[in-house]
């Protein structure tokens, strides 16, 4: 079945270490993204790709980078991981068609000390 | 900021329908309303959009007032499996097509 991937599902690092998450997706979509959800909230887009096209939101921290190297995966890295930035970082995608929707992954839970 | 207001949580008996309320007051002519749900410890799903007219699919039925000021998301014959927080978003338009969610709506089916 196409679907949207994420691996691991829960990763530990430690503060200050860089870390990648990943995503894929057999849906062969166009746009990617990445929101971060901490607990009890909903989830907050940090950017997305159009195809190679990157999109930041205005409050995403520089801390968060992004890179797609071809339209099946999309990688989220955080530079330098604080305690704050413990999550559950989820991936979707969607065709990039008008009010297409979002297809999402079932998300890597992160856990910094 | 998100465009909606929902309920904090609702309980709903199995087999039951569940009848779940969102408050889009600001809503312009040309946005949608769609619905997502997130199940504990999952990412979300789309359940069902609409604009003006009622909608239905195999998961739910939408029902949107005339005024679009407000919105309905029925589930017909709810089942634990349906417990989860629901999301009612007015999608923004624009390229980004980016999906903004409110604080959603804790809906518990109990037995």
């Known amino acids: 079945d196409a679907m949207v991937i994420q691996n691991p599902r829960y990763q530990v690092t430690q503060f200050g270490k860089p870390v990648t998450l990943s995503c894929s997706q057999t849906l062969n979509h166009n746009v990617m993204y990445w929101y971060q959800q901490k607990s009890s909230q909903a989830p907050k887009l940090l950017f997305h790709y159009y195809d190679k096209d990157f999109n930041n939101e205005a409050d995403t921290p520089d801390n968060f980078q992004s890179r797609r190297p071809n339209t099946s995966f999309c990688f989220l890295d955080i530079r330098s991981p604080g305690l704050g930035d413990a999550a559950m970082y989820l991936c979707a995608t969607s065709t990039g068609l008008v009010r297409e929707t979002q297809y999402f992954g079932p998300g890597t839970r992160l856990l910094v000390l | 900021d998100a465009k909606t207001t929902q309920p904090t949580s609702m309980d709903c008996a199995e087999g039951r329908a569940a009848n779940l309320p969102c408050n889009h007051s600001?809503?312009?002519?040309?946005?949608?309303v769609y619905w997502y749900r997130q199940i504990h410890s999952q990412g979300p799903q789309y359940i069902i959009h609409g604009l003006k007219n009622n909608e239905t699919n195999e998961m739910a039925s939408l029902i949107i007032t005339e005024d679009r000021k407000s919105s309905t998301l029925i589930l017909p014959h709810a089942t634990l499996r349906d417990t989860a927080v629901y999301y009612c978003?007015?999608?923004?338009?624009?390229?980004?097509?980016?999906?903004?969610f409110g604080k959603g709506m804790k809906l518990t089916v109990n037995p």
């Open positions: 600001t809503i312009s002519g040309n946005e949608y």
């Open positions: 978003i007015v999608r923004v338009q624009g390229g980004s097509e980016k999906l903004v």
